[in-house]
């Protein structure tokens, strides 16, 4: 047998192996992962490195372009894995790293998802996921009615209608606002007279048939950026996403809001959808839904709530009143990677009306015939893992009041941290957590006080330094890898609306102390001495 | 304590058990975790019920809209799962279910798949992902120097280069050739003069400024339907995408496409894209990609490659020319979770240029800023997950030569199957295989030769009855759950084109042997003897 023969009846058997016979369990992968089942805080604790490497240094690691000509080894690989991978990747689950909206996952979801992977079912067509269509369906239909509350005939009627959708399931809450803003505008412009429609004929013809002038989505200041890249998408354009200014809490105006609309519909510009906000990125504050309702109701426009963050609060009773109005939205975006504690790669959004979807809907000759219920003809996306599945375990594992109990600890532990940096003299509390956020940023005592007797041309001197104080802060903190808080830029109104840097928190992991939030504020005080140039400086100016 | 606060209690101690402390080995979901890891495909076969109920019947079990008020215990819950949702679901991962696109799964990819699941990286930004950027931005280079084979310089300058992306990571192949077309759109109807660009005006400004009439996309009636909904979505419209017709291999009619290139000009309709099928859904047929780059060259079009499922073939040295050509398409669109053997949930698209994704770049003020390398500013998708990870694993452990081996071995076995079908009387194949797809149908001798002798209306009815009988026992056979082929319709040339229903077979599972493919003809030669009505039917036109 020659050399290279060898090699191929070598690589052959391996193959064979590779796809039928599993690791033994005291080899490496299966050692790794007896401690993530057993352990995975521990594991997470043990093989990532606490102390950062820069990613330059990381980069090396991840320099060939070339596909390997030579197998690994499953243990070698999986070595390689921990030691250049695993080690600096960044502990989500960290009760210490309160900067993310990614959080700790409950255990259960870790074998769940290895069912899931290992069913590997594809859920565009019932043929390659069968029992999983029905189950997704009914995973919308029980966030459809958290939203909306519809009786139970409604759900009956719908939930498994073949050319109906209560909603979409997603890989995040981009797709989910992406589709509802595709489904709300070939509503919009639907086929009238001659004219079939902007699914078939396109934009440009659209506005031509119905003669307007523009197309524009309308916004708070706040809205997520998902939302303009929506608009570029859709051939609307990011500049036809209008801003509206919020007030102090960082909620829509709703008074801006509406004579925007009257404006506009002197210009002849129409609005193809208005946005609430539930949950905003940086600050978690929920636009006043009821009114702006009331406003989409009186101009006739499509509204959609981006409830991707704050969605979930709907499962509380006790803080499910922040966000009402929201069951008079036509859609509604809400991520269940995030305070639903699934993991990363599930959204949706809901349509209050079933027959929304029909304006995106798509057939092919080999799946989505019509009359099918297959989930692919009325979604964004094509192949898709069946995620479902895991937010169906959530929802009937956790349920409802135990999502409360995780919701309302987020926001009362907010509080609490809030409360904490308002009785620290050296820290300034920016935002008040309504949801579980919150942001603040370390200012001493004596500047505050120069701050609120200084000249707007002061001020701005000194809110220059601090922001270079605050980066300096959280990128050390970071770097130092015991806890982990965020930073932003956000416009602060008792500095005149000036666009102030400043620490962002996110309370979600139920497994964060308050002790934790104090050591994260003794950390913050240490790092700040340790500035040689923003403090003395700042210190100069007294 | 009251009733009320009991229940809360042990709610709240239940939910830090479900945070941290993770079920014993010897628990419901511990064994069938046990059992997964030992012996996936024993599970599967296990707990995967072979006879399928009803839909209807199993919409019965997810008929609940409501989120439960009381929570399951965890080993219930897994109970449940084993006997309402995996009994009921598909097995994709059997080597006699040949008609899928989805497949085995390396035994290696499940515990990743945990390990990744535990880690939950969010791609969007490094802040969330570290050492998972540079990793998938390896996978991206690796998979762009399989396409387009440039220069190790190449790649070290652009790899990992803040502003520059050479492809990017995504759910699936729609998001994938969507991501492709943005990408094009944007760059043709970009900034100029007074116009700012598409991107920030949209689509309507854009073809005003450009003076288009229209902006179109050629692909070959075989194109998949992603592609139209592609261009619904771009605001282009479906009409849009013109069908150039194929020849009888299934492959663009090059003569065709250029005229319509001439035509459109002439007609100051502006194409977007070519498109170049590798790989068709249906047939698994591959354009003259070369033939297509020319035209494209020729008149300065952007020219895209669909190589969803074909695009692994560049792994096979030897299979690799079928696609020759593809290394001057503008983008390429590659499934992962196809013919990589990756888990649902992994495509990606690579652009030639590394500066073509800046048209949809996009930033934040508390991500994505600029000058950072966080993946997010240029993907369609914002939070995803580390999957990436999985096809670097892959790539690692099975190497080159390996997905070699797996390539040609499903090619070859395809051809086997095509001479098997060829040497049984009562079988007609339809198309040959160029990958490894092939279609065919249930055809008794008798009735081809009465087709070939008949007028083409007495054809017809020939035909037609002869579709509900393929219709029959394909749904009959999937019913039994022994077997699996799927079904389509496709244009046969030797019927006029006549739209014709086939058994259509994809042969990419590693363990599908001969034998499965002897057993697969056998029983649909019983199942036709089953038919009461369309089977005598058929022999009484005799």
């Known amino acids: 047998m020659t050399t ?31 401690e993530i089942s057993e352990n995975l805080a521990g594991f997470l604790g043990n093989h990532i490195a606490a102390k950062e490497q820069a990613l330059s240094e990381i980069e090396k690691d991840f320099a060939c372009s070339v596909i390997p000509e030579e197998p690994s080894f499953v243990s070698d690989h999986t070595h390689h894995l921990l030691t250049k991978v695993v080690a600096q990747s960044v502990h989500t689950a960290s009760p210490s790293f309160i900067g993310h909206m990614t959080s700790a996952l409950p255990y259960f979801i870790l074998p769940l998802s290895k069912l899931m992977v290992g069913l590997n079912q594809n859920l565009v067509k019932i043929e390659t996921s069968k029992a999983f269509t029905p189950l997704e369906r009914q995973v919308i239909g029980m966030m459809h009615r958290l939203v909306y509350q519809d009786n139970e005939h409604f759900y009956q009627e719908w939930m498994h209608s073949a050319n109906h959708s209560l909603g979409a399931f997603c890989s995040g809450g981009t797709v989910a606002n992406l589709t509802a803003f595709w489904v709300a505008r070939n509503n919009l412009l639907k086929a009238d007279g001659d004219f079939t429609g902007i699914a078939r004929e396109g934009l440009f013809k659209a506005l031509k048939h119905y003669q307007y002038d523009g197309l524009v989505i309308l916004v708070s200041d706040r809205g997520h950026y998902s939302l303009k890249k929506s608009a570029d998408i859709l051939g609307i354009g990011q500049d036809s996403v209008i801003s509206i200014p919020t007030d102090e809490y960082n909620r829509v105006d709703c008074q801006k809001l509406r004579d925007k609309c009257l404006e506009l519909k002197k210009q002849n510009i129409r609005i193809l959808s208005i946005v609430g906000v539930a949950g905003t990125t940086e600050t978690g504050n929920i636009d006043p839904l009821d009114k702006i309702a009331d406003i989409a109701e ?11 963050w704050g969605g979930a609060t709907l499962l509380s009773n006790k803080y ?22 699934v993991p990363m790669g599930a ?35 094509g192949s898709r893992p069946g995620m ?38 050296d820290f300034e509390l920016i935002t008040e957590p309504e949801l579980c956020l919150l942001t603040y940023r370390y200012n001493p005592q004596s500047i505050q006080a120069l701050l609120s ?25 970071r770097e130092n890898g015991k806890s982990f808080v965020s930073r932003t830029r956000i416009e602060v109104q008792r500095y005149q609306g000036r ?33 040689e140039t923003f403090l003395p400086k700042l210190l100069s100016l007294l």
Not at 298 to 308: G, K, N, R, Y
Not at 353 to 368: C, F, G, M, T, W
Not at 460 to 472: M, P, V, Y
């Open 4 to 34: 290279h023969k060898r090699k191929a009846q070598a690589t052959q058997e391996s193959l064979h192996r590779i796809f039928t016979i599993p690791e033994a369990p005291d080899s490496t992968l299966g050692l790794i992962e007896k």
């Open 298 to 308: 009186e101009f006739e426009i499509h509204f959609h709530v981006d409830a991707a």
């Open 320 to 341: 499910r009143p922040l966000l009402k109005g929201i069951e008079r939205a036509d859609s509604v975006t809400i991520d269940a990677h995030k305070q639903m504690y």
């Open 347 to 381: 959204g949706l959004v809901v349509f209050k009306n079933p027959a929304s979807v029909a304006s995106i809907e798509h057939h092919a000759e080999y799946i989505l015939r019509k009359g099918s219920k297959d989930l692919g003809s009325h979604t964004l996306e």
């Open 388 to 425: 479902a599945m895991l937010v169906y375990a959530s929802l009937h594992i956790i349920s409802r009041p135990g999502y409360e109990m995780l919701i309302n600890q987020g926001i009362e532990k907010a509080e609490y941290f809030a409360q904490l940096i308002n009785q620290q003299p």
């Open 453 to 477: 007797n200084s000249s707007h041309e002061q001020q701005d001197e000194i809110n220059q330094l601090l922001d270079k104080l605050t980066k300096f802060i959280q990128k050390r903190q």
């Open 499 to 531: 666009k102030t840097v400043v620490f962002r928190v996110v309370l979600a992991n139920p497994l964060t102390s308050n002790e934790i939030l104090n050591d994260v504020l003794s950390e913050q005080l240490e790092l700040a001495q340790e500035s």
